[in-house]
């Protein structure tokens, strides 16, 4: 290991970290990603390696695609919906637009229909501009099926997902008081206007927790739900506004445990769907800030 092995892998780590995120839709073993990728490229000499970022995202997906699979096999197993894991961004990551849809909630569950090459392939090549040979490299694959392969996976995450409208700080701050407010006052008609009539409540608990195994829909329902959630925060917990995954959320404590983190999805002005992280597996790190980047 030298300085300049450190040095590259620390320049691109934001880079690197937000692939294997995407991949996996997990910080965690994103994280373990990323150590195994430096144990590997500590071992590589520097004097034949043209292109340090391209060379390192082809190391970091190899991983990370090594790791779904494993994954996918545990996944047979979940009870209830699945969901990626929540990554505190902060606001500032919603500047470049690219790159908040790529790590939105909306974006992520929809990666999860793809298989896992295509999921890379789509990464790679959508969100950071990689070349066809570079991504035939990072999975194994000829240049013209992995052509074939992006254009697969571009048709069917646009067939699957909304138009995405990145949330103005501003705004977003706007719509998380009116909400807190909202909710915190028991006040059902304020919360059903800000909520689109065909509202998601998606909670992700792996039975682990009490959690609905099934997604709530509609904006009667998914009211009374959050108002339900209010009424027990206050009176045995707190509800602190929050920032992940780019998108505003909200960060539930039953006296000083955390209970959970939901993010919001916002299109036209109203609040489309809720992702309510429960699993403790998956909340483990979410009070860990990220720097993503590419």
């Given amino acids: 290991m030298t300085d300049g092995h450190a040095e590259r892998f620390t320049s691109l780590r934001p880079l690197l970290f937000t692939i294997a995120y995407e991949i996996l839709g997990s910080a965690t073993e994103s994280d373990d990603v990323l150590q195994e990728s430096y144990l590997r490229w500590a071992e590589v000499d520097l004097s034949t390696v043209r292109d340090s970022k391209a060379y390192l995202a082809q190391l970091v997906t190899r991983q990370a695609l090594n790791a779904l699979r494993a994954q996918s096999r545990r996944r047979e197993q979940y009870i209830g919906p699945w969901l990626p894991e929540p990554l505190l961004t902060g606001p500032d990551a919603s500047a470049d637009v690219v790159l908040a849809e790529s790590v939105s909630m909306a974006m992520l569950v929809v990666l999860e229909t793809l298989s896992p090459d295509e999921r890379a392939v789509f990464v790679l090549r959508e969100v950071f501009g990689f070349s066809h040979d570079e991504i035939a490299a990072a999975v194994g694959r000829s240049a013209a099926a992995v052509r074939q392969m992006a254009h697969r996976a571009r048709e069917h995450v646009q067939s699957r997902r909304k138009r995405f409208e990145p949330v103005d700080p501003q705004v977003s701050a706007e719509i998380t008081s009116r909400f807190f407010t909202a909710a915190a006052t028991g006040d059902l008609d304020g919360l059903m206007a800000m909520l689109a009539p065909d509202v998601a409540w998606t909670a992700d608990s792996d039975g682990k927790v009490s959690a609905a195994r099934r997604p709530v829909l509609g904006a009667d329902r998914v009211a009374r739900l959050v108002l339900g959630f209010a009424r027990m925060a206050g009176t045995e917990g707190r509800v602190e506004p929050a920032f992940y995954n780019s998108a ?15 993010t919001f999805e916002v299109a036209d002005g109203r609040i489309t769907n809720f992702y309510a992280m429960r699993n403790p597996e998956k909340l483990a790190s979410v009070m860990v800030p990220r720097q993503i980047g590419r």
């Fill in 248 to 262: 505003p959320a909200m960060v539930l404590y039953l006296g000083e445990h955390l209970e959970g983190v939901v």
